[in-house]
């Protein structure tokens, strides 16, 4: 098939949009000018996205089956040899191949990208077997292991064309359900770098991921309590943004993050780890608790553990109560 018979779904001005779908076209897109991408899938390519590569670049979707450790090594071995493996499957699935990440793609520093759908709640009714609420904990603690969490579909694509860029091992979570596109076109993309959403003074909510829209639409509630909510979007966690971090705590007076993950180890961690450090300002985390999950549709499991947009401000609203309180 020629590449002007290869047309691929737009994603801008869609009002929301499936970031594992979002992967999946641009992927393809990048593919068109790029013959050293690869793309592996362990036979869930209907649900990662990757289906469109599947469909645009046959010759260059390996099909691993369900075998993801070998899956894992296999794209090691192939970027080795200069191709730029993109290995796609459910974020709980991409843990049973956390030795190899650790030591087939970290410790040799080989060019891998790991693509992981349906991280934390989003994947719903499957219940806790399926739910990965630790996967940001596992692999930022991996030595050299980037670690992304885009917030939209635009940004997800945008994403996806900057680890095509670079070169080494990184980890990014995509997601399973349709979430609004925070922008309007695809932002610019630097690894590294987080942004303010929304400007404020007296508190700043830090989020990744589905849970930034939540917090811009938490900060609205706090605005109406008249409290002054910066909101900064943090899409990588590692290596995460040192500068923008210490520069909110020094200029508001707490810090509450607010992730799709458990509160140990990922953003809430990697920004106490920073903060700590540097700073005054006191942090405190929005985030599922040191429990397992439960079985229900997304959106009803984000207000049972305090993730959806309410949950996210009444914790910040006492998360900021008690600090006046306390003087």
Same mark, same amino acid.
């Given at each position: ?5 290869? @047309?691929?779904?737009?994603? =801008? ?41 599947? *469909?645009? $670049? ?33 974020? =709980? ?6 030795? +190899? ?65 670079? @070169? ?10 349709? *979430?609004?596109?925070? $922008? ?19 508190? @700043?909510?830090?989020?990744?991921? =589905? ?9 609205? +509630? ?10 900064? $979007? ?27 993950? *458990? ?46 947009? *309410? ?6 609203? @006492?998360?900021? +109560? ?6």
């Amino acid at each position: 098939m020629s590449a002007e018979a290869k @047309t691929n779904p737009t994603l =801008v001005g869609q009002q929301s949009d499936s970031l594992r779908e979002a992967f999946g076209i641009a992927i393809s897109q990048v593919a068109e000018s790029d013959n050293a991408i690869v793309v592996l899938d362990a036979d869930v390519a209907g649900g990662t996205g990757a289906h469109h590569f599947r *469909s645009q $670049h046959p010759e260059r979707f390996i099909q691993c089956g369900i075998a993801e450790q070998n899956m894992i090594s296999s794209a090691a071995g192939m970027a080795h040899h200069g191709l730029k493996p993109f290995v796609t499957t459910f974020a =709980v699935f991409m843990l049973r191949a956390l030795e +190899q990440a650790r030591l087939s793609v970290a410790y040799s520093g080989a060019n891998v990208k790991l693509i992981a759908s349906h991280p934390g709640l989003d994947v719903g009714p499957d219940g806790a077997s399926a739910q990965c609420l630790e996967d940001l904990a596992c692999m930022r603690a991996i030595p050299g292991m980037v670690v992304l969490s885009p917030c939209d579909a635009l940004e997800v694509a945008a994403a996806t064309r900057a680890l095509a860029d670079y @070169t080494g091992p990184a980890y990014m979570r995509t997601g399973r359900s349709p *979430s609004p596109n925070i $922008h309007s076109a695809e932002p610019d993309f630097v690894i590294g770098k987080g942004r303010v959403m929304k400007d404020g003074q007296d508190l @700043t909510l830090v989020a990744c991921g =589905v849970m930034t829209h939540r917090a811009l639409v938490a900060a609205e +509630q706090l605005s109406q309590q008249g409290v002054s909510a910066r909101v900064i $979007h943090m899409p990588t966690v590692k290596p995460i943004d040192r500068d923008l971090l210490l520069k909110a705590a020094r200029e508001t007076r707490l810090i509450v993050t607010c992730e799709d993950h *458990s509160v140990m180890g990922g953003l809430g961690s990697a920004v106490a780890e920073v903060v700590s450090e540097r700073a005054e300002a006191p942090v405190r985390r929005v985030g599922v608790g040191d429990v397992i999950g439960g079985s229900g549709e997304p959106d009803q499991l984000a207000r049972y553990y305090g993730l959806d947009a *309410s949950g996210v401000y009444e914790q910040t609203m @006492t998360f900021f +109560q008690e600090l006046d309180a306390n003087g």
